[in-house]
């Protein structure tokens, strides 16, 4: 049966494999072949069909590329939700990603909206699922507005952690863009950055993220393989506030 080869996902055979019995075991190492392949490079993601733009494709691309001797990052093709999506294995954790989830009050989230991925885990309970935009210059220049209302929506619903990515955002990935947005998050450049901030992730010993010096594949993969996650980003959080 199909959830043979994908454990961790809600799938089943249809009745028509089951009753086959034969035709259903020549069919299962085909699929195999298809929803297993491995992502490492942007040619082996195919042009999913729901897919709205090239950079969805890169971002893909881009989460399979941050794989290292010291992190595991591998991106492999399965049915997400009847859905042609992907299962992550990063680190210790097992994370589902499926493409153009649209959510709405009946969600739990108060406007309408439609994330380009959403990234749920698998059997954990400390970490949030993540609604993942890829926002291209062209097409949302005119709409940061409507755009920030949405994604404060989701983040209010306090169900979901909401990440935004740029056209340089999943392309530094790939190659390095330079200076190409200003650096908010710089502690060092606040007021109490030195007084207040570094003392406060000290005394909650969580200095392992410095978001000011990581790039957002560098943040949300450090959510996604840490499992003290939540507390960590909250700490910053309440550090950035004092």
Request: aromatic share 8%; glycine share 6%.
């Amino acid at each position: 049966m199909l959830s043979k080869f994908f454990p961790d996902s809600d799938i089943s055979p249809p009745d028509s494999c089951i009753r086959s019995g034969g035709l259903c075991q020549d069919l299962m190492p085909r699929l195999q072949a298809i929803f297993s392949q491995e992502i490492t490079k942007l040619s082996n993601v195919s042009v999913n069909p729901l897919f709205d733009s090239e950079l969805e494709r890169k971002f893909i691309e881009a989460l399979s590329r941050m794989n290292s001797e010291n992190r595991r990052a591998q991106i492999t093709k399965a049915l997400v939700n009847n859905k042609e999506g992907y299962i992550l294995n990063a680190k210790d954790m097992t994370w589902e990603i499926e493409p153009q989830v649209d959510f709405d009050p009946t969600s739990g989230i108060a406007d309408e909206t439609r994330p380009d991925f959403v990234i749920r885990p698998l059997h954990d309970v400390k970490h949030k699922p993540v609604a993942v935009y890829t926002d291209g210059f062209r097409y949302h220049k005119d709409s940061v507005g409507k755009d920030s209302r949405k994604r404060e929506a989701i983040r209010r619903s306090g169900n979901y952690r909401v990440w935004v990515f740029s056209y340089q955002d999943v392309q530094e990935v790939v190659q390095k863009q330079g200076d190409f947005s200003t650096n908010s998050l710089a502690a060092e450049k606040m007021p109490a950055g030195s007084g207040m901030y570094q003392p406060m992730l000290n005394a909650g010993n969580k200095g392992e993220i410095i978001p000011g010096k990581m790039s957002q594949m560098e943040l949300l993969m450090h959510y996604l393989t840490d499992e003290d996650a939540e507390e960590s980003f909250m700490t910053h959080a309440r550090a950035y506030r004092v």
